[in-house]
């Protein structure tokens, strides 16, 4: 019994010092970023009409003036990409919440951080239809404040992961009982916000790309020059403190990050589930912990993860069109028990 113990022992360690070695990750990451340009060349495949993959290639790069380029360009494309940088900041969103709360379980969907944005954008969609631009900002101020009370609410000499997490669920179920209020109040415009509700993708359009881009790549480079700094919040309070870190600003910083790229995912889609969960701990399995790697990383699997289940939403009872809340749904919560029944510690110490 201890030589097999001893001999696993061996293997993990193995393992980690593979996972540690610089040309590992690299490799990870180029894979990464294959399986994400493989799964958009699909997503623009597949449809109603499905067209091969040489003709998606072609009408991409060259504008013939078919029925082919048409199709792509002004529908699947735009979709695709959408779904591609949606998946990044949720993602994102996720990993540095679990990163500044020290909790594997922080996500912008389970903490409430989603719910906030979602509350505020309800309000401009239900009450104020005819400001629709103001959905992005009013998001990111509603999933600011979400993300803040949860902090100070789970505040008691120190953030204690299981206070969060409990903080977070009543955040939660308040901002979402403020959310069906709305909707009782003004029914005549629910059918509006039901796709809201789920998260679904269905007529996304340049106009959404174009709002969602800017937001995504302003996000996704701060954090990567900073990834130092939230390696460095991971080695606890005291630690980084001696090191020279201003933790609790610097923890403000993350989550008022966070905050932008989940709302801005929020405005454009609504409010999309477990998308924050299951990518950072998919992803920090076989890369590790190191937010250097980690974060790129993170981006590349929920691109290729989002645009991949929109597929699936989209041919998988054609031509009905299942919202692509729905998919992610039914992968997350399997994959939300498996990290309760154990998994949780085994992805933390990797």
Same mark, same amino acid.
């Given at each position: ?18 996972? /540690? ?8 990451? $180029? ?11 699909? *997503? ?7 067209? *091969?993959?040489?003709?998606? =290639? ?5 504008? /013939?003036?078919? %029925? ?5 360009? $002004? ?25 500044? %709360? ?12 989603? #719910?906030?944005?979602?509350? $505020? ?46 903080? !977070? ?28 509700? =789920?998260?679904?993708? #269905?007529?996304? $359009? ?68 477990? @998308? ?12 590790? #912990? ?24 989209? @041919? ?26 154990? !998994?949780?510690?085994?992805? @933390?110490?990797?």
């Amino acid at each position: 019994m201890n030589n097999i113990s001893m001999e696993t022992l061996n293997t993990k360690k193995a393992e980690k010092h593979i996972r /540690d070695k610089a040309i590992y990750k690299l490799t990870v990451l $180029t894979v990464l970023l294959g399986a994400c340009i493989l799964s958009l060349i699909l *997503s623009v495949s597949f449809g109603a009409l499905r067209i *091969s993959i040489r003709d998606v =290639v072609r009408a991409i790069f060259h504008d /013939d003036g078919s %029925m082919n380029r048409q199709i792509i360009w $002004t529908i699947r494309l735009p979709r695709t990409l959408v779904a591609g940088l949606t998946g990044i900041c949720l993602s994102l969103s996720g990993v540095i919440l679990q990163g500044i %709360m020290k909790n594997p379980l922080a996500s912008p969907g389970i903490i409430g951080v989603s #719910s906030g944005a979602g509350l $505020t954008a309800v309000i401009i969609l239900v009450v104020l239809p005819n400001y629709y631009y103001l959905v992005t900002p009013f998001a990111f101020l509603g999933a600011l404040l979400a993300t803040i009370s949860i902090y100070f609410l789970a505040w008691k000499n120190g953030v204690n992961p299981m206070r969060l997490i409990l903080a !977070g669920v009543a955040v939660n179920a308040f901002l979402n009982a403020g959310i069906n209020a709305l909707m009782i109040l003004f029914p005549d415009r629910v059918h509006g916000v039901v796709w809201f509700m =789920v998260g679904g993708l #269905s007529a996304r $359009t340049w106009k959404h790309f174009h709002v969602l881009w800017p937001y995504t790549l302003g996000g996704f480079v701060i954090s990567l020059i900073f990834s130092q700094k939230l390696n460095l919040l991971m080695l606890g309070d005291e630690v980084a403190t001696s090191l020279g870190l201003k933790v609790e600003k610097t923890r403000m910083f993350f989550i008022a990050l966070a905050s932008l790229l989940a709302a801005s995912a929020v405005s454009v889609v609504g409010l999309l589930g477990f @998308v924050g969960l299951i990518v950072p701990h998919m992803t920090r399995l076989i890369i590790g #912990s190191d937010h250097r790697y980690l974060l790129p990383a993170t981006a590349l699997s929920g691109a290729a993860l989002l645009m991949a289940c929109d597929t699936i939403a989209r @041919v998988i009872m054609d031509p009905l069109e299942i919202p692509v809340g729905i998919i992610m749904a039914a992968l997350g919560a399997p994959f939300f028990l498996y990290l309760l029944r154990g !998994g949780l510690k085994k992805n @933390v110490k990797s």
